[in-house]
């Protein structure tokens, strides 16, 4: 039997916690994946050879994880995947690494804490980040000093218009800061299946972060992976609020790039500025500064805020909608234009 879409609401669905009504199937199996792109590609045929013309003209499908980089609008036009395949296998064991294979719809934080319990290290710096397998390498997740990319094999993904499965290698997906392929190549293309990351036997701390290398639990000679993944969760919920508590989508805005040129006009103007060189010569400034600086910080705008500890967390006080979370990353963006002359990108996808 073919997915049924159904009207369900999103509202559990999305760490903001926004409100919505919309048609959801959920994959469970990947052996509905095949008539999923005949669905796609409109070659679902009436029974008289005809093409279904309201199947043709149907929206891009958008795929749905863990709904934690998501600004749901009420009423999407768009038909809704959310992807619930399970499983983790240690599929190879070579002298170097484990290569270890996970569903997309395995949570991510439960897939470290597991690989961490086997004795498969290397994913510590990425513990508590919200979202699912699947999801990680759509936006290539980074923190404390890691992203996805690092320790990433290949992944499986079904390219839904020309209707087959490819196993990507790190390069061929496009990875940048917070960039892929998959968010590039446009709405509905990609379903990411399995991800396989190869996990080093030679294990040894990242501890490039500041606020890693200063927290009280790593001052040992050698930390182990668990100290880096206990200090990683501590450090996470000391700062983020946690979105069961207060609806958030993570870092809303991404940390912008700016020339060397601009970045010295602006230390100039601001000498406390929060500055990272990059190795192309650009440097990345840090977003929840420059709003804090703009006067955000802890700022509300009707039922929405900036959060008093972390500005670039948007944040759902209460009973927001998508248009609430639009007018109030328009008066940030603004505002740090005003100020700095610097463009913000928002990180969370529309689904409408
Ligand atoms: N800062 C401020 N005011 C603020 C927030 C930050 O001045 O309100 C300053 C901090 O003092 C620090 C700098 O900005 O000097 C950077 O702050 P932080 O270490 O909190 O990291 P971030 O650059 O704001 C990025 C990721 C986070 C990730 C952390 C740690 C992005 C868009 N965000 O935040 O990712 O956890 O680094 O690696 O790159 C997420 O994606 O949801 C997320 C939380």
């Not at 009423?75 to 290569?99: F, I």
């Not at 030679?202 to 501890?207: E, F, I, N, V």
């Not at 601009?262 to 929060?274: H, I, N, S, T, V």
Request: aromatic share 8%.
């Amino acid at each position: 039997m073919p997915l049924q879409f159904t009207v369900q609401s999103l509202l559990s669905r999305n760490t903001l916690g926004l409100p919505a009504q919309a048609a959801v199937a959920v994959l469970d199996n990947e052996a509905d994946i095949p008539g999923l792109c005949d669905v796609v590609r409109g070659a679902s045929h009436t029974g008289q050879g005809r093409v279904d013309s309201a199947v043709q003209a149907m929206p891009p499908l958008f795929v749905l994880g863990g709904g934690s980089n998501v600004v749901v609008w009420p009423s999407p036009r768009r038909r809704v995947l959310r992807v619930a395949l399970r499983g983790v296998r240690l599929l190879d064991e070579t002298a170097d690494h484990y290569l270890v294979e996970a569903a997309a719809g395995e949570s991510w934080h439960d897939f470290v804490t597991y690989c961490l319990a086997q004795g498969w290290h290397g994913l510590e710096n990425l513990a508590l980040i919200p979202g699912t397998v699947g999801a990680a390498p759509v936006q290539n997740i980074g923190a404390y000093g890691l992203e996805m990319d690092q320790r990433l094999h290949s992944v499986v993904a079904w390219d839904l218009r020309a209707g087959r499965a490819y196993t990507l290698l790190p390069q061929d997906c496009g990875f940048a800061y917070r960039d892929s392929r998959f968010k590039r190549d446009g709405a509905g293309r990609w379903l990411i299946v399995r991800v396989r990351f190869a996990l080093p036997k030679a294990w040894a701390a990242r501890l490039d972060y500041p606020d890693l290398r200063s927290h009280p639990a790593l001052q040992g000679a050698s930390p182990t992976p668990a100290d880096v993944y206990a200090a990683i969760c501590d450090i996470r919920r000391r700062k983020l609020p946690d979105p069961a508590v207060l609806g958030n989508a993570g870092s809303f805005f991404k940390n912008p790039l700016v020339s060397a040129d601009q970045a010295a006009a602006l230390r100039q103007r601001f000498p406390g500025m929060r500055e990272y060189p990059q190795p192309g010569g650009q440097v990345k400034l840090a977003a929840g500064w420059l709003i804090e600086q703009a006067g955000w910080k802890g700022r509300r705008l009707g039922p929405v805020g900036m959060h008093r500890r972390q500005s670039l967390v948007l944040v759902n006080h209460g009973g927001a909608q998508a248009g609430d979370v639009q007018a109030l990353a328009r008066a940030v963006s603004q505002a740090v234009w005003d100020r700095f002359g610097v463009c913000l990108d928002q990180e969370p996808v529309a689904l409408d």
